[in-house]
């Protein structure tokens, strides 16, 4: 089975809970998020999680996902079943590197028959989707 992974990766020069006061409050996901919205669920090991994602070149579509594992100022990691054999994992990590410096990551890994064909034809919107969404993070943590 073919596993594909879309991942940006920034620096953010700002404590982890700062940035975690974003990723951590679904009602806030407006503020920094335009792709993923109407968020709800709560935090709890295999939480169920609904949203609308709007990825660009993408019809707009519900997700219901599984929170897979959470960690506080650390990471956020949700699962979905998208068909007959192919899934994908969506992930938000935080890496403190000192007391106001970060390293945040976004991205999905893709599994399955279709993941390789959805990846092949989506992969630029996509990642271009998750460095925006890095950028609007690290704005709004660092102001």
Known sequence: METTRIEKRIGIR???ERIWDFIGDFDRWHEWNPYET???GYFGFGAPISLIESLPGLPSRQVEARLGDWQPQSQMIWSEKRGFMFSSVRFIRIEQLAPRSCILSQGVN????RGELFHDKH?????SAYEALCEN????AEA
């Open 14 to 16: 700002a404590p982890a």
């Open 110 to 113: 893709f599994s399955g028959l």
């Open 38 to 40: 109407e968020v709800s």
């Open 123 to 127: 992969k630029a919107p996509i990642r």
């Open 137 to 140: 993070l690290k704005q709004l």
